[in-house]
């Protein structure tokens, strides 16, 4: 069974970190890129990042960029986001997400198996 979990979502206080994890099960991870969404509350799903399968080349959404860091640990089934100097914008539901090959990264359609999100709210 198909399956990606998301964790280490959590309140940050401006300018904090924080690291999400998603967790792979029911398929070889390192056949897939993966990618990290967001969506705020009344707003359209935000692509933020992507690691890919093939060059592990990686790609990031201009208003994390510099920010945030997407990694990947094929023999641990599981793809990292860190969360540098967050905002009060960056607050948001966070889902993974595994497409077989992307030709546009940060854009949701061609992924599939989403995982059900993780909350992040940031504020004092």
């Known amino acids: 069974q198909v399956q990606l979990v998301e964790s280490g979502g959590g309140l940050v206080q401006p300018g904090g970190s924080l690291r999400l994890s998603c967790a792979a099960s029911?398929?070889?991870?390192?056949?897939?890129?993966i990618g990290w969404f967001r969506q705020a509350p009344g707003k359209e799903r935000e692509g933020v990042s992507c690691?890919?399968?093939?060059?592990?080349?990686?790609y990031y959404g201009d208003s994390v960029k510099g920010r945030f860091t997407i990694s990947r640990d094929n023999a641990k089934n599981t793809v990292y986001l860190q969360m540098n100097s967050v905002t009060p914008e960056d607050t948001a539901v966070y889902y993974c997400?595994?497409?077989?090959?992307?030709?546009?990264?940060?854009?949701?359609?061609?992924?599939?198996?989403w995982g059900q999100g993780a909350q992040v709210p940031v504020y004092s």
């Open positions: 029911g398929f070889i991870l390192d056949y897939y890129a």
């Open positions: 997400a595994k497409a077989p090959w992307v030709l546009t990264p940060l854009l949701p359609n061609g992924y599939e198996d």
């Open positions: 690691i890919s399968n093939h060059d592990g080349s990686t």
